[in-house]
């Protein structure tokens, strides 16, 4: 009976570890699980605050496109009427030397 109380032992012994091994790995995946869903929500945060990062970027763009725009156009008026007067000053001079 000796040796099948110390084989019995050991195998006690042996399954008392093996379920303390198997609890720590529990926790061990239980914590993992909770990092896992932190980063996907983190993940998601990111992925919207990207998202309107990009809306901005476009609509700035398309702030600056309309700035640029403006400006353009009021250089190009500027350049029409020197333009103008310019060929104004032209006919003028044409007129008194036809005279």
């Known amino acids: 009976m000796d040796a099948n109380e110390k084989i019995l032992n050991t195998f ?16 061990e995946i239980l914590n993992l699980q909770s990092e896992i869903d932190q980063r996907d929500n983190r993940i998601k945060d990111l992925q919207i605050k990207l ?3 990009q ?6 763009k398309m702030a ?12 190009a008026k ?21 005279m």
């Not at 006690?12 to 926790?27: A, E, G, S």
């Not at 809306?55 to 700035?60: K, S, V």
């Not at 600056?64 to 250089?75: F, P, Q, R, T, Y």
């Open 12 to 27: 006690t012994t042996r399954v008392r570890q093996m379920i303390l091994h198997f609890d720590n790995l529990r926790k």
């Open 51 to 53: 998202a309107q990062i």
């Open 55 to 60: 809306r901005d970027y476009e609509n700035l």
């Open 64 to 75: 600056k496109m309309i700035e640029v725009s403006d400006s353009d156009l009021d250089g």
């Open 78 to 98: 500027k350049k029409v009427a020197t333009l103008l007067r310019e060929v104004n000053k032209c006919i003028t001079l044409l007129s008194e030397q036809t």
